[in-house]
């Protein structure tokens, strides 16, 4: 059964950087995505990795800040630089097996916490 592991969350001051991964168990994916949700907020799509073509979205309010990559082990990464307050959240990663489908496999929630 497939699973996503999710780790490396944690607590920075602002500018700072955290940098987390997510590994993939049991299956091959089409993609990764990373989401957030802050307190009292909906969650929001980070950003998306493409596993064959190594294609990358990012939501606007991360780009140029945050940079998605996969490894040969396909441990995805989510690379967060110059992190702001409004970064802070539970920050999952989620996988998918075709562009068609919803992201149904879900990692557990790691907390990033940005001090002003």
């Known amino acids: 059964q497939a699973q996503l592991v999710a780790s490396g969350g944690g607590l920075v001051q602002a500018g700072g950087s955290l940098r987390l991964s997510c590994e993939p168990t049991?299956?091959?994916?089409?993609?990764t995505g990373w989401f957030r949700q802050a307190p009292g907020r909906e969650r929001e799509l980070v950003g998306t990795f493409t596993w064959n073509s190594g294609s990358t979205y990012y939501a606007d309010s991360v780009k140029g800040r945050f940079t998605i990559s996969k490894d040969d082990r396909n441990t995805v990464y989510l690379q967060m630089n110059s992190l702001k307050p409004e970064d802070t959240g539970v920050y999952y990663c989620?996988?998918?097996?075709?562009?068609?489908?919803?992201?149904?496999?879900w990692g557990q929630g790691t907390q990033v916490t940005v001090s002003p």
């Open positions: 049991g299956h091959t994916f089409h993609s």
């Open positions: 989620a996988a998918r097996l075709n562009f068609f489908e919803d992201f149904s496999y």
